[in-house]
């Protein structure tokens, strides 16, 4: 078959390796792909993504038989609506249902549409409003969210009402984040262990995979700026598997039945953010897509074959995925100065050698025959083992081998499982 990966980060090449060892004699094009993904027989194609028509065009010359959507902003920009109407076999979420992650607000109405736990909330598109109803509050620290998308950036926890009336007025005033500021949801604090579950679902079908875990911010002890992702690993042995199975029943599945319900039927990746509270499992937030890093973690603990359980969901048809037994761990070499600053590309050292691991590119580009960092998380190292001590053992192993100077990575991966 001829598979088109859309996206060119760690994740696409989670997806397209996985593809490609699943069935070697698979073509996988990756869109725009990075050239790090090319060890692995991945081709890579430049097409701008907000160029739908040449996607399109490109797909039915190259015969593609299915194409798959890594990241939001063309699920949100409607490529998979557009395929369809072209003909064409594409696995993710319609723009309308992929707004779960576009409009938190949205996804705030699904939930409690849908008597999904998760945070009580307000949403605002007024600033002095938002202003007066943090006024009113009295528990704090209290979370702010952008309404749209902001990679990953778009939440801040507000420790003081002070600190919570200046940063409503720099995300809906001085536009911090951009457009997606001119809406913010105020919800409440939720404490407790955080982990990822993500499923595939076709339409009120919903497939769990194996949970993760991943470490959001840039340092050693959960220390520093929230970043996309600094490393993750699955499964997530301190949350137990009546949490993950009610999780499903009162989360994964009234959301997908809800969203059928209403027209906008879900096919896709669908990725809940929990948070296990004393009362149980809520929502943080939700994503129409694999998560990165979650991808690069758990995609190698699955033992079908990606292509046919996608093609059985595109055909409405019942499938049962086998897992690995195994534990997965990954860890995200970054350029320094991420996610503050982006510095000047910066070579990588030689990663021929590594053993026992797998690497997972995403902000890399080549010059004449050298890898060069181009961007802030710069790849993925990932293990598989019985036990996730071995699986640390050797990613950390293989990283002290290597001088990455200019680079940085959490020492820390993994220490919270219990
Ligand atoms: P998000 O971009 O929605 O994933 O939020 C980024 C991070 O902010 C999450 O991983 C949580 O650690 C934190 N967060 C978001 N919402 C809440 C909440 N209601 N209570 C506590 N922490 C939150
Ligand atoms: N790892 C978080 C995300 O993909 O949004």
């Given at each position: 078959m001829n598979i088109l990966v859309i996206g060119g980060g760690g994740r696409e090449h989670a997806i397209a390796k996985k593809i490609k060892q699943d069935?070697?004699?698979?073509?996988?094009f990756c869109c725009p792909g990075n050239p790090g993904m090319t060890i692995d027989g991945i081709e890579t194609v430049v097409i701008d993504l907000s160029d739908v028509d040449q996607l399109?065009?490109?797909?039915?010359?190259?015969?593609?038989?299915?194409?798959?959507?890594?990241?939001?902003?063309?699920?949100?920009?409607?490529l998979v609506n557009q395929f369809q109407a072209a003909g064409l076999k594409i696995f993710g979420p319609t723009k309308e249902a992929a707004m779960i992650e576009g409009s938190k607000s949205f996804a705030k109405e699904?939930?409690?549409a849908a008597k999904v736990p998760t945070a009580t909330y307000q949403s605002f598109d007024q600033v002095d409003s938002a202003i007066a109803y943090l006024e009113q509050q009295e528990?704090?620290?209290?979370?702010l969210?952008?309404?749209?998308?902001?990679?990953?950036?778009?939440?801040v926890i507000a420790q003081t009402r002070a600190q919570a009336i200046q940063t409503i007025k720099r995300m809906m005033e001085d536009r911090i984040f951009g457009e997606s500021g001119s809406r913010v949801v105020i919800e409440e604090f939720l404490d407790g262990e955080e982990f990822t579950l993500m499923a595939f679902v076709d339409g009120v079908n919903v497939y769990p995979m194996i949970p993760a875990q991943d470490h959001k911010r840039a340092f050693d002890g959960d220390k520093g700026p929230n970043t996309g992702g600094m490393g993750a690993y699955a499964p997530v042995p301190q949350i137990r598997q009546s949490l993950i199975?009610?999780?499903?029943?009162?989360?994964m599945k009234p959301?997908?039945?809800y969203l059928d319900a209403q027209g906008s039927s879900y096919s896709g990746i669908l990725y809940a953010g929990l948070i296990v509270t004393q009362t149980g499992p809520k929502v943080i937030e939700f994503n129409a897509r694999f998560g990165d890093p979650e991808a690069q973690v758990v995609l190698p603990l699955m033992e079908s074959k990606l292509v046919e359980v996608l093609e059985s969901l595109l055909a409405h048809q019942p499938v049962d995925i086998a897992w690995s037994n195994q534990v997965s761990l990954g860890v995200v070499v970054a350029r320094e100065g991420y996610p503050t600053k982006v510095e000047a590309p910066q070579q990588l050292p030689d990663l021929s050698k590594t053993q026992d691991v797998a690497i997972y590119y995403s902000g890399v580009k080549k010059v004449e025959d050298h890898t060069f960092s181009n961007g802030g998380r710069v790849l993925l190292m990932?293990?598989?083992?019985?036990?996730?001590?071995?699986?640390?053992?050797?990613?950390?192993?293989?990283?002290?081998?290597?001088?990455?100077?200019?680079?940085?990575y959490r020492k820390d991966i993994g220490y919270r499982i219990r």
């Open positions: 069935t070697p004699t698979d073509s996988v399109i065009a490109y797909a039915k010359k190259q015969a593609i038989d299915l194409t798959i959507v890594g990241p939001e902003q063309p699920l949100l920009d409607g699904v939930m409690q528990v704090f620290p209290i979370v969210k952008a309404d749209g998308l902001a990679a990953g950036k778009g939440v199975d009610d999780s499903v029943e009162t989360i959301v997908a039945r990932q293990a598989k083992a019985d036990e996730f001590q071995q699986a640390k053992t050797t990613i950390y192993r293989e990283l002290a081998k290597m001088a990455f100077d200019g680079f940085y």
